[in-house]
């Protein structure tokens, strides 16, 4: 069964820089659609940025538009989230899935924190 697995977050400072990571296991990112999604405390599921089978082609809400890459790597097997000028409305749990808006997603990862604060 597919599986994917988020690294990388942590507690930055306002106008700082994360690089999210996503490893997969069983399928290879590139060959799907695949997305970033987070939940802020108290608040609902964000769709926040997709990319489309063979890195063709990238979406993002536009909150992160200029700030965020999302991106996958099939030598490792990873997608990742590059998220620069962080802000504090950025902090969230952050969920990689397989699939997009358009098809559904249909794998999740558990889910990573990322708090932006001074």
């Known amino acids: 069964e597919a599986q994917l697995v988020e690294s990388g977050g942590g507690l930055v400072q306002p106008g700082g820089s994360l690089r999210l990571s996503c490893a997969a296991s069983e399928f290879t990112p590139s060959d799907s659609g695949m997305s970033w999604v987070r939940q802020a405390l108290g608040k609902g599921l964000e769709w926040v940025a997709s990319?489309?089978?063979?890195?063709?082609?990238?979406y993002y809400t536009d909150s992160v538009k200029g700030r965020f890459t999302i991106s996958t790597d099939d030598a490792k097997n990873t997608l990742y989230l590059q998220m620069n000028s962080l802000k504090s409305e950025d902090t969230a749990v952050y969920y990689c899935?397989?699939?997009?808006?358009?098809?559904?997603?249909?794998?999740w990862g558990k889910g990573i924190l990322v708090t932006v604060s001074s």
């Open positions: 899935a397989r699939g997009g808006r358009a098809h559904g997603m249909d794998y």
């Open positions: 990319i489309t089978s063979y890195s063709s082609t990238t």
